[in-house]
Structure formats: structure tokens, C-alpha cells
């Protein structure tokens, strides 16, 4: 069997498709790394949206190789073995399955490096979400060899990989519901929203048994000597889309499965005062304590004594309960998985803390936070998200006339910002007025 198989990889197109799935991967993942170098979940979602190209060019490779062999005209030559037509078909299959999990991996890879360091949590969930993605991957090219079988022309390699393109990114938003959308097509429902997504198991389990169903009708298509009996291929495609739609949750269920709620639990320094990341950024912790402990240390006249991450998502909507003795900080991680724009952390941090919680509204407050936080740094007040800084005009002047009070008054209206911050209340008159 091994000879058999070593044959088949020499004279197919397999290794030519696994050359090219594993460059067009590789580049992708490359070029995108900031969307994916916050954690192995990541990392395998990304890939796992970029199918919407692989598969097609999985399709593509299989259609190509059932041309060869077409246009070789060697169809008699084998028919003429003793053996019956399915079991001819297993070489081609198997090796063809091969090199597009070897590419698939090998890109896969070829990423992980990048994260090695800094990528500490690694849910069993991501290790389903790749064998998803091999799954679709064969079920992609034994298509592509099935159709090339069916209709063996020049053509059908591209206009394949076209077909496939257009319904992998625009057929799944015919579908009324995301748990549906994400069952019937492998790339899509895979966009990572905040550092805490993940793939709930009954979706991958969906995703995994359309992509068998593929395969096998894909398979059937190759194996039935009369072309008439195709519609063979039928009966696996109903069962696996049946099966399916009953599998996969959807709503509300389908939305909460989407966030990994280990993910979000805290990992805290064992010494006061006390940081505290996520487990997605457990890695950070060396380089973001000391920088919120200065943070802290400006805040030694109110209430604050700890620094958690703000765990807060959008998709669903999530949220960590506010405290008065905590400050909220957001970590982002850039594109090698270290925290990005490191010199915002302290700004943001002492910002946020005298806005007030989330809950409040608090934009009202903002040039009053902005000037109070820049007036405990001894630094001219800027604003702005992700380190696009910019001069805050109103916050320029508050700050201005903070710095011409004595220290001891400065430090008493400071102190009463955070206070009326922590209780909802404006506190725009707050440092020209005086303190409370």
C-alpha cells in the first residue's frame, strides 16, 4: 500500500496543491497576525475564516487532477485491473486527503512561532476547531476531484475555485440564523470580536459532521462506475444536512457559546498590590504590573488598591461588576503578542478611574478625568484610543489651572473627581470650583 500510495503522490497533482494551499495560508496568516496573536483560539479561528480561500483552492487542486487524469485518457487502462472501481479510488483519495492536512498544519504551523512565548492558554476547544478545518479541507478536495470527474474540462479548476469563493463569503448570509450560517460553512462565524471567543462544541460538532457528509457524497460521486447512478451522492448529503440542523444550537444559545468564560477568569499576582489579567493574557502579567502598580501609587489618596482587566465584550454582551477599590484597565496585544502601546496603559488607567464606571454615561466627564490623570503623571493632557494621541483642548485648560493651585488643594479637588466619578455624578466644575 505504501508503494501504491508513494506512486499516486509522484504522479498526481497532490503535492503541486499542498505547495500551493501552504503559501497562500502561510501569507495570510503572516500579513494578518494582529488579529490572531492574542492566543491559540485565535489563531485557530483566523485560520479557520480564511478557508473561505483554501477551500476553494482545495476544490480547485481536485478538479484539476481529475482533468489530468481525464485528458491522459488513462480511465480504460485502469478499468482493465481486476479490481472494482471504488477500491481504485482509495489512493487518490488518501493521498490527496494527506497533502491538504499536511498543508493545512504546516501553515499552521508556520504561525505558531509568533505566540509561542506569550500564548499560555490553550483551551481544548482549539485543538476541535482545527480538525474542523482538516475536516473541510478533504471534504474540499475530494469535491473538487468528484466534480472534475463529472465534468472534465480545462475550465472546471477555476471556474471551481470561483463558484467556491462566491458561496463560501456569500451564500451562508441566506441563512436566517448565525448558528446556521456557522454549521454550513466552516469559514464563516470564525471573526474574532474580543480575546475571549471561542467555538461552542455543538457548532463544531455540526461543522464537522457537514463536512463528513461532503466527503462521503463527494466520494460516492467518484466511486460509482455509472454516471447515472450520481445522484447516490444525494443520500449522505440529506442525512449530514438534516443531522445538522438539529445539532447546531442557534439564538441565544448560539451567541453564549461563542464566549469561553475560562478564558475571562482572573489570574492575579500573588503579592499586594494585587494585578490581575485574564487567563487569554496570563503572559502580560510581568510587563503590565509594574506599570499599574505606578498607576495605583498615583491613586493612594482614594479608595483604589488593585488593577483588573476590564473583561468587557460586545459579542455577547459581558461585563465585569465595578468596584470602588478596583481600577478597570484594557489590554491590547499587538501584532508578536506583547502589549501594544505600552506607554498608554498608565493614562488609560488613571482615566478611566476618575470617568466613572461604564454604567454611569460618563462622557460628560472626560476632559475632567483626562486633566486629573495627566495632573497626577506631571504630563500634558492627550486622548485618544490605541495610542493615536491627540491634544484635549478643554482638558488642556483644567489641567493648566490645576497646576497654578497649590499641591495639597490640587490633590484635595483630584481626589474629589474620583469620588464623584465612582458615584455617577458630573464632576465637570469639580476642579474649578473646588473640592467637596
Known amino acids: 500500500m505504501n508503494r501504491i500510495l508513494g506512486i499516486e503522490f509522484r504522479r498526481s497533482a497532490a503535492l503541486g496543491a499542498a505547495f500551493l494551499i501552504t503559501i497562500a495560508g502561510t501569507i495570510l496568516l503572516q500579513a494578518t497576525a494582529s488579529r490572531w496573536s492574542t492566543g491559540w483560539m485565535a489563531l485557530a479561528m483566523t485560520q479557520r475564516e480564511y478557508l473561505a480561500l483554501l477551500s476553494p483552492l482545495a476544490m480547485a487542486a481536485g478538479a484539476w487532477q481529475s482533468y489530468r487524469v481525464h485528458r491522459a485518457n488513462v480511465d480504460e487502462l485502469f478499468a482493465s485491473a481486476s479490481r472494482p472501481r471504488p477500491q481504485r479510488m482509495v489512493p487518490i483519495l488518501v493521498t490527496t486527503g494527506l497533502a491538504v492536512i499536511v498543508a493545512y498544519l504546516v501553515t499552521l504551523l508556520t504561525a505558531a512561532p509568533r505566540i509561542l512565548d506569550t500564548a499560555r492558554y490553550l483551551p481544548p476547544a482549539a485543538y476541535v476547531v482545527v480538525a474542523v478545518g482538516l475536516a473541510a479541507m478533504i471534504a474540499s478536495v475530494w469535491l ?63 461543522q464537522g459532521l457537514w463536512m463528513a457528509a461532503i466527503a462521503v457524497a463527494a466520494a460516492v460521486l467518484l466511486a460509482v462506475k455509472d454516471r447515472t447512478l450520481a445522484f447516490a451522492a444525494l443520500v449522505p448529503l440529506a442525512l449530514g444536512a438534516t443531522a445538522t440542523a438539529l445539532l447546531v444550537p442557534t439564538g441565544d444559545a448560539y451567541e453564549r457559546g461563542r464566549l469561553d468564560p475560562a478564558a475571562q477568569e482572573l489570574v492575579c499576582t500573588a503579592d499586594a498590590p494585587r494585578v490581575c489579567l485574564s487567563r487569554a493574557h496570563e503572559a502580560l502579567l510581568p510587563e503590565v504590573a509594574p506599570k499599574a502598580r505606578r498607576a495605583l501609587a498615583l491613586l493612594s489618596r482614594t479608595s483604589a488598591v488593585q488593577a483588573h482587566e476590564d473583561t468587557t465584550t460586545l459579542f455577547p454582551p459581558t461585563s465585569p461588576k465595578s468596584r470602588a477599590d478596583t481600577v478597570l484597565m484594557r489590554i491590547t496585544v499587538d501584532a508578536h503578542g506583547r502589549l501594544a502601546q505600552p506607554g498608554r496603559l498608565e493614562p488609560a488607567m488613571l482615566t478611566g478611574a476618575f470617568t466613572g464606571p461604564d454604567h454611569c454615561g460618563d462622557m460628560p466627564n472626560v476632559p475632567v478625568a483626562t486633566a486629573a490623570a495627566f495632573w497626577l503623571l506631571d504630563r500634558k493632557p492627550t486622548a485618544g484610543p490605541d495610542g493615536l494621541e491627540y491634544v484635549d483642548p478643554d482638558a488642556v485648560k483644567l489641567w493648566t489651572a490645576l497646576r497654578t493651585l497649590p499641591r495639597a488643594e490640587a490633590k484635595a479637588r483630584v481626589t474629589a473627581v474620583y469620588q464623584a466619578a465612582q458615584k455617577c455624578q458630573v464632576a465637570t466644575d469639580l476642579l474649578t470650583r473646588g473640592a467637596r
Do not use: E, K
Request: cysteine-free; glycine content about 12%; overall charge negative.
Open 144 to 206: 473538487g476531484l468528484a466534480v472534475g470527474r463529472q465534468v472534465p474540462a480545462l475550465a472546471t479548476a477555476p471556474a471551481l475555485a470561483v463558484i467556491g469563493f462566491a458561496l463560501l463569503i456569500f451564500a451562508p448570509h441566506a441563512l436566517p440564523d448565525g448558528g446556521m450560517t456557522a454549521a454550513f460553512s466552516p469559514s464563516m462565524g470564525m471573526s474574532v470580536f474580543s480575546d475571549y471567543d471561542t467555538v461552542d462544541g455543538q457548532v463544531s460538532a455540526a
